[in-house]
RNA sequence: CGGGGUGUAGCUCAGCAUGGUUAGAGUACUUGGUUUGGGACCAAGGGGCCGAAGGUUCGAAUCCUUUCACCCCGACCA
């Protein structure tokens, strides 16, 4: 491709509502271009990029035995009534009507129309295993896209969808479609974690994130500092707190006058202990689907409660904050809530509280505490759950070893070990050895194809532009003639680049009558892994390679640039 | 969906409190010339329904009302 024909709008300001480092880059370097909140348009550069991706998907799905399909963009409306999720969905379902005024919804994932092609097709044990997949634009009407290609409501995505006779054969595909996804990451040239995450509302037995590792990312991951094991910080467990503070002196149960003492703060400093000897109370309000219940947390004193390990622990819709008001109707006295009388109200209770001994808690009583509680009384009483956020510092729950800590990630991936909600709602059944109709043991995986574009960047760019990968750049080499108007350099910029165009290298050849810095600035926003610079050195016989990623220049002898080339290119 | 903000040239923005001929700058674009190793310089140009609709006024980018869009913080996010 000639620069001077290419449709590559670069600017040198970026728009003012870019934040992020993709974003500003991929808009500078005239990659994409904004339409509306959400939306946008992929120009010649992001599009060569998007088909180098789905290129190392595909190969890596066809090397796993998962076939590609296409399904139709447009999805009825019935289905999602079918499976229930038109509500669960909710707004993010983007819904309108044909001229005949049948219900229609934009594709946000398509696990009911995958299953709607299966069934009824795939009748038998003998034609399973069966793993589809697609690479298709999605449509989510987000109440706040935000951050370029990072979050939009429009956006591609690869979406597989595995059918299994079993729960053993679908677990294996899982672990199969997971080294496929770390084989995938790994071409891109990305530097990423496979997490434990939370499933959510979409259930089934158990699922992991492909985290790109990288400061913008909106989610929380702990990672450990010893063995492989990661979590997003909805779903992380610890094996125990680093450290055991000094505990308290002893002291025999007792009530005691506490005036005024509220927060966790007030109370460890009146009793001169640390947090972790105390109990916090998290009074918060479960919303059910057509009821709802105030539900006290209890937590020691120095962690903080997982709303999402909340909601799955109390089968909630969604957990809201409760007003003080609320409590003292119910006969609670905030500030002073203790778990040791469980009629008031629904109690839940953290795991690592089932043992914990010493402890000061509230007396349910204005102005008074319980001091040196041991909380195995409630041992057959209350109900406990894992409901903790863990904290850096953390053991490890695998190695138990190794401490967490906290970094944050950009979620490309997610794969489900989904089971039979679907095959069930959507009665899809086969028959097995015995002619007993199942319903089909699912996996479900997803990988944003364009958000891919923009982890790439967020960790591939420095204060000039993009760097891209060799696997990933939309051309590889840049022939840059410095001054267009040196009739040497001009022809011999020009032989270059068609002797690479006949080696079926992806070159740009930079013919523009523009000054050597302009030129530059643009090839290092761009982010061409290597461009050569045909320039005054050529006057001496030689040539210059730029490598981007290190900002080296190379002198080399014009006749041996072109093997050079090809050597760096494999490499 | 709550709270806040912004809409003026392709892009980044000034002008608006206190209305007044033809609406500005930088950048980008066109033409000519000089320059040619890190986003050059000089000159001449083209480009705007001042987000939209209503209103007030002799007169509206500017004041009032309505509306739409976009952004930010939060809630939400299989």
Not at 283 to 311: H, M, P, S, T
Request: charged share 30%; glycine share 6%; aromatic share 10%.
């Amino acid at each position: 491709m000639r620069r001077s024909q290419a449709f590559i709008p670069t600017t040198k300001e970026a728009p003012n509502d870019a934040t992020l480092p993709s974003h500003i880059f991929l808009s500078r370097a005239g990659f994409i271009q904004q339409v509306a909140a959400g939306l946008y348009n992929y120009l010649p550069l992001a599009k060569k990029v998007i088909r180098k991706i789905e290129n190392i998907i595909n190969e890596e799905m066809a090397a796993i035995g998962a076939q590609e399909v296409e399904l139709s963009f447009v999805t009825p409306a019935e289905l999602w009534a079918e499976s229930g999720r038109i509500e669960k969905f909710g707004k993010e379902l983007l819904r309108f009507r044909d001229r005949k005024e049948n219900l229609f919804v934009l594709g946000p994932t398509h696990e009911e129309m995958m299953v709607n092609m299966v069934r009824n097709r795939v009748t038998s044990y003998k034609q399973l295993p069966l793993h589809l997949y697609q690479i298709k634009t999605k449509f989510r009407d987000e109440a706040r896209p935000r951050f370029g290609l990072m979050r939009g409501r429009e956006f591609i995505m690869k979406d597989g969808y595995s059918f299994h006779a079993d729960y053993e054969d679908m677990s294996r595909e899982f672990d199969a479609v997971e080294a496929a996804y770390k084989r995938i990451l790994e071409r891109l040239g990305l530097e990423f974690r496979i997490v434990e995450a939370d499933s959510g509302a979409i259930g089934g037995s158990g699922s992991k994130e492909l985290m790109v590792l990288a400061d913008s990312g909106e989610d929380t991951i702990a990672v450990c500092s010893e063995c492989e094991y990661g979590a997003n910080i909805e779903a992380a467990k610890r094996s125990a707190r680093g450290e055991i503070p000094q505990p308290p002196e002893e002291a025999d149960f007792a009530k005691f006058f506490t005036p005024n003492v509220k927060t966790i703060e007030e109370l460890a400093e009146f009793f001169k202990i640390d947090p972790y000897y105390t109990v916090k109370c998290v009074a918060k309000k479960c919303i059910y689907e057509d009821a709802e219940e105030i539900v006290l947390f209890f937590l020691r004193g120095c962690d903080n409660l997982q709303e999402v390990k909340a909601i799955n622990a109390t089968d909630a819709l969604d957990i809201v904050d409760v007003s003080e008001e609320e409590l003292k109707a119910i006969g609670l006295v905030p500030g002073f809530i203790g778990p040791l009388d469980q009629d008031k109200a629904k109690h839940v209770i953290d795991e690592d509280l089932k043992e914990a001994t010493m402890m000061v808690c509230g007396a349910n009583e204005k102005d008074y505490h319980f001091v040196n509680v041991d909380m195995s009384i409630l041992k057959d009483v209350a109900y406990y759950a894992d409901i903790a956020e863990v904290n850096e510092g953390d053991i490890c729950p695998v190695c138990k070893k190794g401490k967490l800590s906290f970094t944050k990630g950009i979620e490309v991936g997610h794969i489900f070990k989904l089971g039979t909600t679907y095959s069930e709602a959507l009665k899809a059944e086969f028959l097995d050895e015995n002619g007993k109709a199942k319903p089909f043991v699912m996996g479900t995986y997803g990988m944003g194809v364009s958000r891919l574009v923009a982890a790439i960047i967020e960790q591939h760019h420095d204060e000039n532009g993009c760097i891209w990968t060799k696997s990933t750049a939309p051309f590889l080499v840049n022939v840059m003639v410095s001054n267009i108007k040196d009739e040497e350099q001009n022809s011999f910029g020009e032989a270059l680049y068609k002797q690479l165009q006949d080696a079926k290298v992806e070159v740009m050849l930079d013919d523009r009558k523009e000054r050597f810095g302009f030129k530059m600035k643009d090839a290092e926003l761009i982010g061409f892994p290597y461009t050569v610079i045909v320039g005054k050195e050529l006057a001496n016989g030689n040539v210059q390679i730029y490598e981007r990623a290190t900002s080296e220049k190379t002198t080399v002898a014009k006749e041996e640039v072109f093997d050079k080339l090809m050597e760096m290119l494999r490499k």
